[in-house]
């Protein structure tokens, strides 16, 4: 029992560098904190932001290496802990670093916002600050993390004996890691080359989207009726796609409608040009009503319509058609297909022809094989002669 005050007395004096060191790292925290102030919107405050919780972490373990090296306890012990300390402080400069360059990345999509008219570069700009911000990370976190890893001597004789035998284990975690690196790679082909962008409007699977969000790993693209489509960023490097935003958002459309050939083309021309002058979607480049095909009843009308952007389209598209359908329906109900036939009722009925039956006949008829010309006469003639020398028949 009398042995209960010294380890009370070793138990504080453990204890104390350990909250002494929190404490500190805490006020230096809340220091920071308050000169960076509630709003953090000014340079000096978003730094301080970005630097606070790190640096105390640092300056904890700081002050607590300083104070474990004057601790009453054994070498091998205090070796122990300053490893673990010196540790923690790289990890602490690790996540910095992870810090700075996701609050870098954050300053230049506030430098270049999606909310305006023309947001072509601005897309740009944010779908290679997103993806190479995001690669960035994961690169300055892996690396950081197998540093840290490396200094156990127990994890260091694993890593030698990985690359003594580098050859089967390399291609086996080649083969296992190869969807990880390849979106790695797809995703800084992506941020050079630029295929796709943020706010892009995609044709995927035949699925119409936009896209939502890019991460280090896969795009989010929010479908047209607010689902999520999840893509990996290799699967937009090996497969053809559609995207309706490379350049320009600007699109034509089509409207097809099957009319009679009794369909005043000028007339519906004239009333897609009113549609169209009408509807405030229409950008006004392209207004066209053009025969496109013909079948045994009908022809092919497409109306060729323009708009600023792919929503736009789809909704003139639609007016257009409804207007043009009631125009129709309203002004000029014969353009519509009409479906010709004769119906006759009972055996003793006739179909009337113009002019007398057998000169029509005659004038409609073509030759056929049940047909006896005069050449088909003189041929049974001769057939039916007996052969010189042959007696005749009896009379």
């Avoid at 308050?34 to 700081?62: C, E, N, T, Y």
């Avoid at 797809?186 to 699977?205: E, H, K, M, S, W």
Wanted: net charge positive; glycine share 6%; with cysteine.
């Amino acid at each position: 029992m009398g042995s209960w005050p010294a380890q009370a007395q070793t138990w504080v004096l453990a204890a104390w560098p350990l909250l002494a060191a929190l404490l500190l790292g805490w006020l230096l925290y809340r220091a920071m904190r308050a000169i960076a102030g509630h709003d953090g919107r000014s340079l000096r405050a978003r730094v301080l932001l970005v630097v606070a919780m790190p640096a105390a972490a640092a300056l904890s373990l700081f002050f607590l290496s300083i104070a474990v090296a004057g601790m009453p306890l054994r070498d091998a012990w205090i070796g122990r802990i300053q490893h673990w300390l010196g540790v923690g402080g790289w990890l602490c400069l690790t996540w910095l670093a992870v810090r700075a360059i996701g609050a870098i990345e954050r300053r230049i999509l506030r430098e270049h916002p999606l909310d305006m008219a023309d947001n072509l570069r601005a897309r740009r700009v944010q779908t290679q600050a997103r993806v190479l911000g995001r690669v960035a990370q994961v690169t300055i976190a892996l690396v950081g993390i197998s540093v840290a890893l490396m200094t156990f001597p127990a994890i260091r004789q694993v890593g030698t004996t990985l690359l003594a035998s580098a050859g089967v284990l390399g291609l086996v975690a080649g083969i296992a890691a190869r969807p990880v690196f390849g979106n790695l790679i797809a995703g800084l082909q992506l941020a050079l080359t630029q295929p796709i962008r943020l706010d892009d409007v995609v044709i995927v699977d035949d699925e119409w989207g936009r896209v939502e969000e890019i991460t280090s790993t896969y795009i989010v693209l929010r479908i047209w009726d607010e689902r999520r489509m999840v893509v990996p960023l290799q699967w937009f490097i090996e497969n053809p796609f559609q995207n309706w935003t490379r350049t320009t958002a600007q699109l034509l459309g089509t409207v097809l409608l099957w009319l009679d050939y009794r369909t005043s083309l000028a007339q519906l021309r004239d009333e897609l040009q009113r549609i169209c002058r009408e509807d405030p979607r229409w950008d006004r480049r392209v207004c066209v009503a053009q025969v496109t095909d013909t079948d045994q009843r009908s022809m092919q009308v497409r109306l060729l319509v323009s708009a600023a952007n792919s929503g736009d389209l789809f909704d003139l598209r639609c007016a257009v058609r409804e207007r043009m359908i009631d125009f129709i329906a309203r002004r000029h109900p014969h353009a519509l297909p009409h479906l010709r036939a004769d119906l006759t009722r009972g055996n003793d009925a006739q179909i009337r022809m113009p002019g007398p039956a057998a000169a029509h006949t005659a004038a409609t008829s073509s030759p056929s094989a049940e047909d006896v010309n005069a050449a088909d006469l003189a041929a049974a003639a001769a057939r039916a002669a007996p052969a010189p020398g042959a007696c005749a028949p009896p009379p």
